[in-house]
């Protein structure tokens, strides 16, 4: 049996099966024995989709949409359709995603298990706030539609659930309306992390999408330093840009990660330099998905693969957390081609287990330096343990069950949810 690799590519997962299945329709036939985990890309960075020893159920061909309603935007698919999927078929009907994630690699079923959100949080809450029902298969055989109004307990246990109480067939979305495919989007420089806060509170009052990029290498005066991009989806336009998406791809694993300190000072840097401050008219691929361009691009990180470090740190302690995660970060000497800083909204979310909620969240990419990263990795978990924060388990491949039970104080509740076939590599290792 072939090893399975998420996108960190940290370590190799070796399932004992992997079954196919090819129609929701179709009833779980599974082994006497082992535990059971769904597979859609393979796009969380960490194990919360990888089942060593068991079976994964690959949703590759679980891909058709099912229903369409271009005058509601109301869509109906299995759940291994993709958002690229979905976007190539709705976004020329006048139709957006509601939330989308910084891929659009991932499947329906991998965005309701870890309740995705996007640079919308603060207007629109998570993937979840948009679904208006699914189905979900348990391994007993049993069907439930939940929603909102039906099965409902099992509706907030499955979303952001990491794929454990059983396979989600389809899914129910309603979409967001568009005049076309652009965005109109605005963008400023900050020197620190004092006008970040002050510009990130303007800008979310009048946008419904920001984010800011960050620079997690600079030092002394220049830290916290940064570009903040906000958007809105783009007003009906006589004429609109001609626009083509460009393909590239990282062709090979280098035997070593070509991002070191010196790569990022000068990236980050010319990334600083080079950004245009004002208002332009963007694609909404390039602001949405700008590593989509490059596929494979986890290579460029070696063989030895990469950690995301991504954590959210509630409202009253987010200022003195994220200036003190940067300080770690800065003297460390280890960071982030693209390090991400944004704040979440208010509305709850539906999911025992969303990570999302009030406060700021801030993601990084590590290249895997083996005990050095896991040493810094230590420390930034006493900074968001500190200040009341939690750990993204679509991110993570290596939290310890303490910290997950700190920032999801909810586990106890969600596991009489769990489906008694479904595990993961991931669930196992926080619930030892």
Same mark, same amino acid.
């Given at each position: 049996?072939?090893?399975?690799?998420?996108?960190?590519?940290?370590?190799?997962?070796?399932?004992?099966?992997?079954?196919?299945?090819?129609?929701?329709?179709?009833?779980?036939?599974?082994?006497?024995?082992?535990?059971?985990?769904?597979?859609? /890309?393979? %796009?969380?960075?960490?194990?919360?989709?990888?089942?060593?020893?068991?079976?994964?159920?690959?949703?590759?061909?679980?891909? %058709?949409?099912?229903?369409?309603?271009?005058?509601?935007?109301?869509?109906?698919?299995?759940?291994?359709?993709?958002?690229?999927?979905?976007?190539?078929?709705?976004?020329? &009907?006048?139709?957006?995603?509601?939330?989308?994630?910084?891929?659009?690699?991932?499947?329906?079923?991998?965005?309701?298990?870890?309740?995705?959100?996007?640079?919308?949080?603060?207007?629109?809450?998570?993937?979840?706030?948009?679904?208006?029902?699914?189905?979900?298969?348990?391994?007993?055989?049993?069907?439930?539609?939940?929603?909102?109004?039906?099965?409902?307990?099992?509706?907030?246990?499955?979303?952001?659930?990491?794929?454990?109480?059983?396979?989600?067939?389809?899914?129910?979305?309603?979409?967001? #309306?568009?005049?076309? #495919? $652009?965005? &109109?989007?605005?963008?400023?420089?900050?020197?620190?992390?004092?006008?970040?806060?002050?510009?990130?509170?303007?800008?979310?009052?009048?946008?419904?999408?920001?984010?800011?990029?960050?620079?997690?290498?600079?030092? !002394?005066?220049?830290?916290?330093?940064?570009?903040?991009?906000?958007? /809105?989806?783009?007003?009906?336009?006589? &004429?609109? #840009?001609?626009?083509?998406?460009?393909? /590239?791809?990282?062709?090979?694993?280098?035997?070593?990660?070509?991002?070191?300190?010196?790569?990022?000072?000068?990236?980050?840097?010319?990334?600083?330099?080079?950004?245009?401050?004002?208002?332009?008219?963007?694609?909404?691929?390039?602001?949405?998905?700008?590593?989509?361009?490059?596929?494979?691009?986890? %290579?460029?990180?070696?063989?030895?693969?990469?950690?995301?470090?991504?954590?959210?740190?509630?409202?009253?302690?987010? +200022?003195?957390?994220?200036?003190?995660?940067?300080?770690?970060?800065?003297?460390?000497?280890?960071?982030?081609?693209?390090?991400?800083?944004?704040?979440?909204?208010?509305?709850?979310?539906?999911?025992?287990?969303?990570?999302?909620?009030?406060?700021?969240?801030?993601?990084?990419?590590?290249?895997?330096?083996?005990?050095?990263?896991? /040493?810094?990795?230590?420390?930034?978990?006493?900074?968001?343990?500190?200040? !009341? !924060?939690?750990?993204?388990?679509?991110?993570?491949?290596?939290?310890?069950?303490?910290?997950?039970?700190?920032?999801?104080?909810?586990? !106890?509740?969600?596991? +009489?949810?769990?489906?008694?076939? $479904?595990?993961?590599?991931?669930?196992?290792?926080? +619930?030892?």
């Amino acid at each position: 049996m072939t090893a399975w690799r998420s996108w960190g590519r940290l370590t190799a997962s070796e399932p004992a099966s992997v079954s196919r299945p090819d129609s929701r329709d179709a009833a779980l036939a599974l082994p006497p024995q082992g535990s059971v985990l769904a597979f859609g /890309r393979g %796009r969380s960075y960490g194990d919360v989709c990888l089942n060593g020893g068991g079976v994964l159920l690959h949703t590759a061909r679980l891909d %058709r949409f099912i229903a369409f309603d271009r005058c509601t935007g109301v869509l109906r698919c299995e759940s291994g359709v993709t958002l690229r999927e979905i976007l190539d078929l709705v976004v020329p &009907q006048g139709w957006f995603l509601p939330v989308t994630p910084g891929t659009r690699e991932v499947t329906v079923g991998g965005a309701i298990a870890n309740d995705v959100h996007g640079k919308n949080h603060h207007a629109a809450g998570s993937f979840g706030h948009h679904l208006r029902g699914f189905e979900l298969l348990r391994s007993s055989g049993e069907r439930r539609v939940c929603g909102p109004d039906a099965n409902s307990e099992w509706f907030g246990a499955t979303i952001g659930g990491l794929g454990l109480t059983g396979l989600v067939t389809w899914a129910e979305l309603q979409l967001a #309306p568009i005049s076309n #495919p $652009f965005m &109109q989007v605005r963008t400023r420089r900050f020197p620190h992390l004092d006008a970040f806060w002050e510009l990130n509170g303007a800008m979310e009052r009048d946008w419904p999408y920001t984010v800011a990029w960050i620079d997690c290498v600079a030092s !002394g005066a220049a830290r916290g330093r940064g570009v903040f991009m906000a958007a /809105r989806h783009a007003a009906p336009q006589g &004429q609109l #840009p001609a626009w083509r998406e460009k393909r /590239r791809a990282m062709p090979v694993t280098p035997p070593f990660s070509l991002v070191n300190a010196a790569s990022l000072r000068a990236f980050n840097q010319l990334y600083w330099l080079r950004a245009r401050e004002g208002d332009a008219l963007t694609h909404h691929v390039p602001y949405f998905y700008p590593l989509d361009g490059v596929a494979h691009w986890n %290579r460029i990180y070696g063989r030895r693969g990469f950690h995301q470090y991504q954590c959210v740190v509630p409202p009253a302690a987010q +200022r003195d957390a994220v200036a003190e995660l940067l300080r770690r970060i800065s003297r460390s000497a280890q960071g982030s081609f693209l390090a991400v800083l944004k704040t979440f909204g208010t509305l709850p979310s539906l999911g025992l287990l969303s990570f999302a909620r009030p406060g700021a969240t801030l993601a990084l990419d590590f290249p895997n330096r083996g005990d050095a990263t896991l /040493r810094l990795f230590e420390e930034l978990d006493a900074v968001v343990r500190e200040a !009341g !924060g939690a750990i993204y388990p679509a991110k993570d491949a290596r939290m310890s069950g303490a910290m997950f039970e700190l920032g999801f104080p909810r586990a !106890g509740e969600f596991s +009489r949810f769990v489906d008694p076939r $479904f595990g993961s590599d991931f669930w196992r290792r926080v +619930r030892a």
